[in-house]
Each structure stands twice: as C-alpha cells, then as structure tokens.
C-alpha cells in the first residue's frame, strides 16, 4: 500500500478496436501517455452504461498488454468476458466509443531480479496479463513456460503474438475440446520439479489459485497470484474487496485485494478462510 | 469566479465548504488524496472507529443495485488507538479538516471512544454513528431505539465537554425519524448526519441464497436519494436551527443543491466516490456554478431554502 | 413446455400463476385489458378503493427518480358503490380473477368497506392497504402504528367472516416490519402484501421548492428492490407459514424469482407496467422458464428457497 | 374513455432519419401499418435510455405527422424538444436505432362534420400535430388559419410543406426574431370576428391553452385543446397526469389528461383549480 496508485488517474479515452477472440472481446483502448506507467498485473477501472446507467460502479479489468509506440499513441489492451450487464456492454462499444477510465490500479507482478525458470499459470481470461508479463520477463532472461486452461476451447485466449516470449506453452481444456483434457493445475507438480521453478505466476479463478497455492506449499516456490474479488470502488475507499491475508508474524487481517493486490504473495493468502468470518 | 460565500458551520466548527467525504466511503483520507487535494473540500469524515481493531464482516461484501448498491463491510477498521497514531495525523500534515467517526457496541464504548478523542487538536468534529448494533439490546441498532439513541449522545457530550461538535448519525429505517431526532438533539448533539444507508438484501439467482456474506446490507447511492432529502426536509422543518450534514445518493451538484434546499447545511459524498473518483470535486464546482447561477450569494441562502413560505 | 405447477395460493384462494398488478397501478383491469388477456395472469389487484370518491392530491402527481419514481395520488377514486356497480362487473366479465383493495380513513371505514365487500361473488381476496393516514389519530398511518393495524385488520376479519381470505399491506416504514406483520397476523390476516411505496421527496430545482404538489411522496420501481425482498426475507423467517404477496420493483424474471426465493408465494407489479404495459406478461413467462431451467417442478418449491439451511 | 386505446400497440421500431430543425429534433420513425390509425391528437410513449437505463417511464411526444405510403412502410413523424436527459437521449439517437414504442395513445382532434372556418394555434413545439390536423381538416373543405407563437425563432416549427394545406399562417415570438413581435394569443379575439372562426384547435403551455379559453368562454367558438401534463404510463393506469375537469352536469373531477385527452374540450377544464386541491 506504499505507494497508493501513485500513477493512476482518470481518462477519458477512445477505444481503438474492439474484436472478438472465442467467447472474449479483445479491446484495444488509447490511455496516451498512461500506458508508459502500467505495470504487468494492474487493472483499470471503467465507467459502464452510459450517462443515464443504473449501473453505479466501475468494472474492474486487468490489463492484457500496454505498447507505448503505437501509431495512436499508447495504447492498452483487454480481454474482455461478456458475463453481466456491464462487461456485456463494454463488449458492444464500438471503435471510437470513448470510455471513463481509471487507470493504472494495484499491485504489479514482482520482477525476479536474476534470471530464473518462472511457470505463467493462466485459467480463462486470467491468461490476458501473463503475455505482457512474459515479455517483461524474458526481457529478463527468466525462461518462461506456460500453462493455460479453461472450461472449453473458446475460453481460451492465447494470442499468437503472444506465444513469442514463451519457451512452451501447454494447454488444458476440462471437455479436452483444446489441448489437453483436464485442469491446468494437475501437471504443475512434476513441472516444478523438471523444470526447477523458482517462482509461478497465476491469474485465474480463486480455486485455481487456492490449488496452486497448496502444491507450492512448503516448497521453495514463490507464488504470485492476481486474486479477483468483487469490487466496488477499485481504489481502496470501501473495504468490499477484502481477502484474508497473514502478515510476517502470522497476524491474519481482511486486506483490500485492490490496493494491496490484485497481485500478492499466494503463500500469505488464508484460503481456507476467504468468505469465512475471521 | 463571483463572490461566492460558499462556507458552512456545524455546530460552532467552519469550513470553508459544505462538501464532506460520507464516513466509510473514503476510508482515511490516504487514497482519495492521489486524486485531488484534500484541502479542497469542506472535510474528510472518516471511516467509523472502534475501540478495537475490528476484521468485519465475510464477503461478498457488495451487491450492485440499480442505481444504487448493498454494502456490508461491518465496520472493518484498525481501533481507535492504531487510527490515532496512523491516520490523523497523516490528514493534519495534509491540512485536511477532520471529522472523525466514532460506533460502538454499548453506550460505554461511544463514551470511551469520546474520552480518547477528547485531547486530539486538529479535529473539527466528532460524528457518532449510532446504527451500530446494540450488543447489551438484542443487537437492536442504536438508532433505531429512541432510548438508546439519547443514551450514546449523552455520554458522548459528558465526556467530551463542550469543545467539539457533536454531530448524530441517523438510520432512516425507524417509523419517526424527527421523533429520535428530537431526543439525540435534547441529549446533547450539535447537529445531525442523515442518512445512513438503508436496510436491503439480494438473492444471488445462481446459490438461491442471500447474496452477501452479512445476509443483509446497506443501500446506498441515486436509488435512496429520495429517501435522504425527504428526511433532511421533515427534520429541516422539526428543528430547524439544527444543522443537518445531508447524504444519501449524492453524485452531481444538483444532487447537493436539492439537499440543501431540504435544509442540509452540509452535504456528504459516498457511493459515488466509487464510481468517480473525483466525485467530490465536481459536485463542488457544479454546486458553486448553481448557486450563482441562481442568484445566491452565499451558501447559506440556499439552506432549507424549499421550505420558505407559499408567498415568497 | 414442461410440467411446471405454476398455481398458487395466497389463504385459501388458489391462482393458476403467482402474478398480479399491483393496487393502483393497473386502474380496475379495463386499461390494460387492451395490451394482454387479464385472465392470464394470477390476478389484478385493484385500485385501493375508500367509501366516498375522492379527487386526490393536486397535481404534479409524480416525479422520476434514478431507477424510480415518486407518486402522490393521494387515493383518487370513485368509492366503493360505483366501484361495485363498474369495475368488479367488468372483471368478472373478463373472467379475471380480483382481489380488492380497500383503503379507509378510520377503522370503522375498514369495517364499513368489508361489509360492502363480504356478499360480493367473484371475488378472491380482500388486500388491506393500511398505509393511510389514520384521521382520529393525528394522521398517522396505520401501517406505522402497531395497534392502529392491528384493529384494522380484526374488524375487517369480523365484518368479513371466514370465507374470504384477508391480505394485509405493509409499509417499509417503520423501526419494526415483523411486529408489526405479527400483530395483523394474530388480528386475524391470511396473508401479508410487502412493501407499500417508501416515503421520499424531490426537490424542484427550478421552483426550489418541493416538485410533488403532496409535497412527498411514495417511492417505487427497482430503487427500493434490494429494501423489498429484505422485507420478505425478514417476514418470511419471522412466520414461514404466512403467505406474502412481494412487490417493489419487479420488473424481469429475475426479480421476480428472488422475491419468491426470499419468501413471496406471488408477485405484484406496479411500476414497470408504467414503462411496459406488457410487464406482467414478460415477467411470468420469463420466471416460468427460470424455475423450469432451475429444476423446480411447482412454484411452491421456490418459495422461500433462499432461507433452506446451509447444508442442503 | 369508450375507446380505451383500442388501437394501441406496442412495437419496436426503426427511426428512419433524425434532423435538427432550429432547437427541435424531427424524427421519422417506421412504424408500418400502425401509421394508418393515428389520428392529429393522438401521442406516443416511448422507452428512453436504453437497456441499462435508469429511466424507469417513457416519454410522451405529439404525433406530428404520419405517412402511410412511404417507401420505408408506414412512418409517423415527432418534433422532439430536447428537455431533460430522456428527450435529449432520444435526440441523439442516429437513423436506424430501434425504439420501444407504444402507439398511438389518447384522445384525437375531432373533426367537424361540416366545412367550417377553422383556427390552429400551437405553441412552442405544439404546433408539430397542427400541420397534420391542418391537412385532414382541409380535405375536408375547412378554410384553416394558423398561428404559431414561440418566445424565438429557432422555437417555431413550420415546415415548408405544412404550410400546403393553411389559408394563411403568422407567426408571433415573444422577442420579435421572427414574424410579429407578441403573444401568439393577441391577436385571437380580433380574428374570430374577422373570419368567422367556428372551432380553434390549440396545442402549446398550458399557459397558452388557458389563455385561448378566457377568450373563447361564453363565445360560440369551440376550443379543442391538446394538454400537456406530466405522464407516468400514459395508458391510464396510474393517476398521475389528471386535469380538474367538468362533466355535462357540471360536477368536476380529476380526469386522466392520458386516455380522456390529450385533445380535450377547453371549455370543461378548470383551469384555475389545475394544480390545486379540488
Ligand atoms: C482485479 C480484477 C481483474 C479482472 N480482470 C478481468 C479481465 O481481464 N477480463 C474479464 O473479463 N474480467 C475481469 N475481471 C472480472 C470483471 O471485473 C467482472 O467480470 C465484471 O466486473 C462483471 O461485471 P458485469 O456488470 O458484467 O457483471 P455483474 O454480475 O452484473 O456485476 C455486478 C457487480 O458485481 C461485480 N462483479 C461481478 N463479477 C465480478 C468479478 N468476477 N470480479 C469482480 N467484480 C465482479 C461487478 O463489478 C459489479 O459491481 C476482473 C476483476 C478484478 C477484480
Ligand atoms: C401528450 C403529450 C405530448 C407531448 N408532445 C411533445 C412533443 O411533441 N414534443 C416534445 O418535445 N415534447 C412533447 N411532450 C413533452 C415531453 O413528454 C417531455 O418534454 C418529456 O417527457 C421530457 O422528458 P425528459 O426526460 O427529457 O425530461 P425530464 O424533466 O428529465 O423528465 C422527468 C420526468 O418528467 C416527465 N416530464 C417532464 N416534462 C414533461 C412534460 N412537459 N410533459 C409531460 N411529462 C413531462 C417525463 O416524462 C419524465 O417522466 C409531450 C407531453 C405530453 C404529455
Ligand atoms: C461501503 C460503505 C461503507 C460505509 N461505512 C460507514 C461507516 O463506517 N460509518 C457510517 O456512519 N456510515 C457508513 N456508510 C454510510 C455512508 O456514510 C452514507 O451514509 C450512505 O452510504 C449514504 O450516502 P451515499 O448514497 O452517498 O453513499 C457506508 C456506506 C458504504 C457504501
Ligand atoms: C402510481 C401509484 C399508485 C399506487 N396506488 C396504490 C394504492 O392505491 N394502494 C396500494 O395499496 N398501493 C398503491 N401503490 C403501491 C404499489 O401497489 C406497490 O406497493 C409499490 O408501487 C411497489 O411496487 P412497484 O415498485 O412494483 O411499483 C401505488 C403505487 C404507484 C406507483
Ligand atoms: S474495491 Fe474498494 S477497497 Fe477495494
Ligand atoms: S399517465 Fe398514467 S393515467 Fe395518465
């Protein structure tokens, strides 16, 4: 909570395109100069509906990818799931369309500061961060492998482009429509081993991160997780979008996933506490 | 701009205007300051303290509705100690003015709460929410027990002295809102926060059961602003030397004037801070741009300005 | 379609769909009759209807509000022998199936009406609306008033007999809904209609006065959903084996299917007929598809669903 | 009340083109076979805001105009002045766009069974329903005159083609920018006398209407008026949009402006009691 979105501020900026990828909308949205600051895992927050809207919060969306030198300016992507009223109406914004956005929001994934083995682990579109974030880290020199999963095929989103900056890149589906049949989580454990995994990374649902949390339990691995809870406000003012977290002497408070996340240290998490009262 | 005298007072406390932060929709102050200086606005309420540190409720914590939302965050906080220490002076080395928000379990609590409060310099106000669950009644929220109600007010005002105004935050959820008004007033409040949020529930459709870990939740934002100036009006014009910190649903600065006019001297912002982070801002320049526009010189002249009689 | 029971009762009166218009806001049937068969639906719920006719509150009648609206008719209507004389013969007629609503000034109008009422064929429930000013005492509404509802509803269930079932209506404001639902339980109501209008004002910010020419007024549609199903949910818990007619702000499927999850046997749908003369029609094939593709096989086994106990 | 909207229905329907006209908005809307029973008089409501909208009412709008032999099917024609958030919503929506619509609503101008002199007098954007009135009572043999009063210019809608069917049109603005300088009520009693005048049909203010009454009360001139008040349903379900109002025998009650009007007999409403207690 250090630095409080230092570099946030509100826009209002056009979307430059707007395609669809599976069952995800790809929205690609000028922030200018706004997209030097984004950091692999922070979010943004938008506006909804419209000036007449009964909808009265912001959606929270982590941002896919930013590039700073693109011919209209810098530019961010994301990869949207239409699921309520809210994303479904993001998803049905037109090129042009401006948008309300407050943006760069929360936490960043840690950067190794040596060059080390780091497994992405993406579940949906939880994949949509760990593109940018495999660049930054082969940038780095890490090797990157990857793994990706989903309920079907078309709720996979792993972009061409975006496979460059990964040494491998697996894929599971749960009705084997894609890749392998099964759940992204089951080959983890051998992978840590063959590969020498210091760190994960993963972004997916809470069970997901729940299950890698307990394979890297009392291993050496570090697990970064980007957690996702309801959110409303996006910037630490209304405390909805707490998690159970352990500080270093083991003291577990409700942290707000917003600011001192989305990305946190999964071995800090109370799993088995989230939703529970403390 | 023109001349403008866009200042208010609550009780004997002033502030250079009558834009607040709503107390737990700004947390302390910390994060809405990466958006504007806090100085500008009339003062940061802060989130409702405790004795102790408090973990709150389990989540889902939020529901949206429309126009509005459910929250119910059941008064997550550090305790009073960790906030002294952290957050205010944190907002007197912003020069924010503050009014701190006390709840508590029992009517001893809030008197404990004032006792610590007391010696604190750099504190315009104190306001005491007292739609905190009674642990020694049932759990029946303070405010809606007339009895209950007088009883905090008044050893608030025992232990503070007369320095520090006092301002009481009402429920609307109660059959006679003046009524309790009346007794928190008579016990010793300065002036009043109305309203706080209202009692509501959603189903989730996909588990068929309550939506949020609390069962229950608050309702705040545009849905309740009708409910929150009817009750500004009908206590404005109960007692209307009493200054009224008016909130509910508050997003633009028509929002703030229709307060007003029901007799607010002072309005608070929440909700819509969340979809807006400069909410407060604009809220303030609309404000200002009406009032002037409407031929008002002060801020003053507009409060419980709907209530002049049929022939002016 | 598949074999969903879509029947319900509310007392002992049975209706082949838990949907009906909400008391004034569908007139006595004619209006919408021009939009879909009235016989399709579970019922129409008259205009709340009083001895004498009366001409209501002057006009602006009515305010929008963010996902609402603010009414004060002030109980315009023709009293209860040309309502007798027109409006029941014409449901008949139509093969609707009517519940009346009555409305009175005293608890002997209450009574007066129910014996205008009790020889009366055709008819399938008595709804009390109780949210009236109570004229021999200081114009407090009954409905506010513990002992004020409780005598209402005993001298209807005298003057009525047995036969016809008695709904009591409501209203959200007050400190206690479950006492005061109890006591017309134990005066003798079958069942219970929840939630009435909420009491709200708008400001006009032209005339800087009240907009309504009632001043306030009664707040409906979605704004006041989340405070309807609460109320529900609370009554329902208190006394399961109570029926409840649920409204506010229903407006979909959805809204209907959490309201009958929190513990509505039907539904009653006032302001989104305003926005869509086909509401109810929508709203009761939707719920038919969401209980189906939920696996319910009768309305009855989504009653209440959402307060089963966790393990289930 | 006998007819209760018989023909009413509610349609989603195209808006075939959307133009500015001074500071209204005319819009022609496709409403197919619907446009061959609306009568001058008669109104629409419509759904404003979209599907997220905080608006829970429709809005109520004059029908202008309806053509039943147009390429694009039956169209009806609206001038909508863009009032408050739901008019200047409607106002902003581009050709194509469909529209919830319930048409057509309320009462029609009565037309004489004989050719008589006939007065129109429209207010604001309460002239738009004149021009077609103007067309029916022509072909009917009437000699029509118009006038048109407003507080400016770019509030008077006269279209060019409208004018076919009036003998003579002069137009009143408060400020003098257009036609005469004064009230469009001045010159009303005057010409009466001059041409006979058997029937005035006036739509506008309130203020306007009351004004035409205190001129034509205790005359033989018949004043059919189209009152404007505020609408929640605009079916005659709610009661809110209620006139004080006498009957033959002269009892007053409040009467629905929705389904016994819009068009009503001036000389029954009691204008003075409108907005009071009866
Ligand atoms: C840090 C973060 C990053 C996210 N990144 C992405 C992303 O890259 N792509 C993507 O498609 N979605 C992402 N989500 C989820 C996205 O925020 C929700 O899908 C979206 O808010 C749903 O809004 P709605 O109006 O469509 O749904 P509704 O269910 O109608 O929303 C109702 C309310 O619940 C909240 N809500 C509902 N579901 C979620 C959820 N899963 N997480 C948080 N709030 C929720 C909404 O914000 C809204 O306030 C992210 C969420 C968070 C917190
Ligand atoms: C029978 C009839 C015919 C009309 N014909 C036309 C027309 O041809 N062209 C035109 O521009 N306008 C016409 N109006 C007025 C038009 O309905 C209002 O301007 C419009 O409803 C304003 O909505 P808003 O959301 O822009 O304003 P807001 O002020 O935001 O509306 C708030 C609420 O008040 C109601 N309201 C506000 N002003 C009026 C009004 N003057 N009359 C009725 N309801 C109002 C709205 O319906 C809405 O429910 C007519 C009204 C009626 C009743
Ligand atoms: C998330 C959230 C937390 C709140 N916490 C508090 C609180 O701690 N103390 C309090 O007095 N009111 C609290 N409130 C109520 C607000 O201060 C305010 O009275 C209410 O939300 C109505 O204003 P609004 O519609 O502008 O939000 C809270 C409201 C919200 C939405
Ligand atoms: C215009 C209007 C008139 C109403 N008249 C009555 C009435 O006569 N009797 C009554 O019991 N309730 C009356 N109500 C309340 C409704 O029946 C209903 O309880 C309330 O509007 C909430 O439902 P809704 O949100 O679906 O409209 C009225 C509501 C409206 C909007
Ligand atoms: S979303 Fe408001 S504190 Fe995190
Ligand atoms: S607008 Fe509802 S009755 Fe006329």
Chains 1, 4 share one sequence.
Not at chain 1, 168 to 179: A, N
Not at chain 1, 189 to 207: F, K, T
Not at chain 2, 108 to 116: D, G, M, V
Request: net charge neutral.
């Amino acid at each position: 909570m250090a630095t409080l979105n230092k570099n946030a501020a509100q826009v209002r900026a056009p979307i430059v395109s707007n395609k669809r990828v599976g069952q995800y909308h790809q929205l690609i949205i000028n922030i200018g100069e706004l997209a030097g600051v984004c950091k692999p895992g922070n979010f943004v927050a938008i506006n909804v509906g419209g000036e007449n809207s009964r909808m009265v919060l912001r959606r929270a969306f982590a941002i896919s990818r930013v590039s700073t030198n693109s011919i209209s300016g810098g530019t961010m992507e994301l990869i949207v799931a239409p699921h309520g009223q809210g994303s479904r109406w993001l998803c049905s914004q037109g090129e042009g369309a401006m948008l309300d956005i407050v943006v760069p929001l929360g936490s960043a994934f840690g950067i190794p500061t040596e060059a080390v083995q780091v497994l992405l682990v993406g579940g949906g579109y939880g994949s949509a961060p760990l593109f940018g974030l495999a660049e930054v880290l082969n940038a780095k020199g890490c090797r990157v492998d990857m793994l990706l999963g989903a309920s079907t095929a078309s709720k996979i989103y792993a972009p061409m482009e975006g496979k460059r900056s990964v040494n491998s890149l697996r894929i599971y589906t749960e009705d084997g429509s894609m890749g392998q049949s099964g759940r992204v989580t089951e080959p983890i454990r051998a992978l840590i081993e063959d590969l020498n995994i210091a760190v994960i990374y993963s972004c997916g649902p809470m069970a997901m991160l729940s299950a890698i949390d307990e394979i890297t339990r009392g291993t050496h691995v570090v697990h970064q997780c980007a957690v996702e809870e309801s959110m409303a406000c996006g910037i630490g003012i209304c405390m909805t979008c707490v998690l159970p977290v352990a500080d270093e002497a083991g003291n577990v408070s409700m942290v707000r996933s917003c600011i001192d996340g989305p990305v946190m240290d999964g071995s800090f998490v109370q799993w088995d506490k989230v939703g529970k009262t403390l | 701009m023109s001349a403008l005298d866009f200042s208010t007072t609550l009780g004997n406390a002033w502030f250079p205007a009558p834009t607040f932060t709503a107390s737990g929709c700004a947390s302390s102050g910390r994060e809405l300051a990466q958006f504007f200086d806090l100085r500008t606005m009339g003062g940061v309420v802060t989130k409702s303290v405790m004795m102790k540190a408090r973990t709150g409720r389990p989540t889902p914590r939020m529901a949206e509705t429309a126009s509005g939302m459910l929250n119910s965050i059941g008064l997550q906080g550090p305790g009073i100690d960790a906030f002294l220490a952290k957050d205010v002076p944190y907002l007197i080395e912003q020069k924010a003015r503050i009014v701190v928000s006390i709840a508590g379990e029992t009517v001893e609590e809030y008197s404990t709460l004032a006792r610590k409060l007391r010696s604190v310099s750099g504190i315009s106000a104190l306001e005491v929410n007292i739609s905190c669950p009674n642990v020694e009644n049932r759990g029946l929220v303070f405010a809606c027990d007339p009895e209950a109600s007088r009883r905090v007010i008044d050893g608030v005002r025992r232990t503070i002295g007369g320095e520090l105004p006092i301002i009481a935050k009402l429920s609307p959820d109660v059959t006679d809102l003046v009524s309790i008004a009346r007794g928190v007033v008579e016990a010793g409040a300065d002036g009043l926060a109305l309203i706080n949020t209202v009692l509501g529930m959603v189903i989730n459709l996909d588990t068929m059961r309550p939506h949020l870990g609390g069962k229950t939740g608050g309702l705040s934002g545009p849905a309740i602003k009708p409910i929150a100036v009817r009750a500004v009006y009908q206590v404005h014009a109960a007692m209307p030397q009493v200054p009224i910190l008016g909130m509910g649903g508050i997003s633009n600065g028509r929002d703030a004037l229709e307060m007003i006019a029901a007799g607010a001297s002072g309005i608070s912002v929440g909700t819509a801070s969340f979809g807006n982070p400069t909410a407060i801002m604009s809220i303030q320049n609309e404000l200002k741009d009406l009032l002037i526009e409407k031929g008002f010189t002060s801020l003053r002249q507009a409060i419980g300005y709907a209530h002049r009689p049929e022939s002016e």
